[in-house]
C-alpha cells in the first residue's frame, strides 16, 4: 500500500525566513498530493495541493512542487510569520483523490 | 473553503459506556465522508469511509462492532464508539467532500476520554 514519508519532523526558522518540508511517496498510481495545516486541537486546514499533472502550484507565500519521477512533493512558506506556526501534514491519494494516507507531519515553529 | 462541523468538540465518558459523533457538511452534499483518528503528537490514521445509504468500508485492524458509523443522509454521517475503553481515547476527525474525486475538508475533531 502506500507509505508516505515526511520531513522534518520539527523546523524552527526565525520570522521572515523561508521554511521547506518535504515528502517522498510510494505508489506511482498516486495523483492527488494536498498539504493540511493543524493547529493545536483543531482538525487540520487544506492549505494547498497539487494534482499530479501540474509541476508547480503558488498561493501567495506558500507552494507545492511535485516530481512524480522521483516521487516527492515538497511545501514552500515564503515570508514566514509565528501564525505560521503549527504541525503540516502531507498527504497523498489512493485510490482516486478521495482517500489519502498522511505523512508523520512537521511541527514548525517561526520565532518573532 | 466547504464547512464540515463535527460535534461534540470534546467529551469524557466513563469506561463501558458508548458515545455517539457527528459529522454534518453544512453547505454541500457529501456522499462521502471518512473517518480519522489521531493519537497525540502523532499522524492521522483513516478508520473508515461512510458510504451514505450503504454499509461503510473498514481499514484493516478496525474493529467495525466497535465503531459504528451511520451515514443516513448526504449531510450528516456519525461515528458511536460502543463499550468505550482507556485505550479508546484519541482525537476522532471527520472529513467529507463535494463530489467525488474532489478536495477533503475536514471537522474541527472531538477528543474523547475515557475514564
Known amino acids: 500500500g502506500e507509505n508516505v514519508e515526511q520531513h522534518p519532523s520539527t523546523l524552527s526558522v526565525q520570522e521572515g525566513d523561508s521554511a521547506v518540508i518535504k515528502c517522498t511517496y510510494s505508489?506511482?498510481?498516486?495523483?492527488?498530493f494536498p498539504w493540511y495545516k493543524q493547529e493545536l486541537g483543531k482538525g487540520p486546514q487544506l492549505i494547498i495541493d497539487?494534482?499530479?499533472?501540474?509541476g508547480e502550484k503558488k498561493d501567495q507565500r506558500i507552494a507545492v512542487t511535485l516530481n512524480k519521477t522521483a516521487k516527492h512533493f515538497s511545501l514552500h512558506i515564503t515570508e514566514t510569520q509565528p501564525e505560521d506556526s503549527a504541525v503540516y501534514f502531507c498527504?497523498?491519494?489512493?485510490?482516486?483523490?478521495?482517500?489519502?494516507?498522511f505523512g508523520t507531519g512537521t511541527r514548525l515553529l517561526v520565532s518573532p | 473553503g466547504a464547512v464540515v462541523s463535527q460535534h461534540p468538540s470534546w467529551v469524557i465518558c466513563k469506561s463501558g459506556t458508548s458515545v455517539k459523533i457527528e459529522c454534518r457538511s453544512l453547505?454541500?452534499?457529501?456522499?462521502?465522508m471518512f473517518w480519522y483518528r489521531q493519537f497525540p503528537k502523532q499522524s492521522l490514521m483513516l478508520m473508515a469511509t461512510?458510504?451514505?445509504?450503504?454499509?461503510?468500508?473498514?481499514e484493516q485492524g478496525v474493529e467495525k462492532d466497535k465503531f459504528l458509523i451511520n451515514h443516513a443522509s448526504l449531510t450528516l454521517s456519525t461515528l458511536t464508539v460502543t463499550s468505550a475503553h482507556p485505550e479508546d481515547s484519541s482525537f476522532y476527525i471527520c472529513?467529507?467532500?463535494?463530489?467525488?474525486?474532489?478536495?477533503?475538508?475536514f471537522g474541527s475533531g472531538t477528543q474523547l476520554s475515557v475514564l
Open positions: 461512510s458510504n451514505e445509504g450503504s454499509k461503510a468500508t473498514y
Open positions: 453547505d454541500f452534499q457529501a456522499t462521502t
Open positions: 505508489d506511482s498510481a498516486s495523483n492527488y
Open positions: 498527504a497523498a491519494s489512493i485510490g482516486g483523490f478521495q482517500k489519502l494516507v
Open positions: 497539487i494534482r499530479s499533472n501540474v
Open positions: 472529513s467529507a467532500s463535494f463530489q467525488p474525486n474532489e478536495k477533503l475538508f
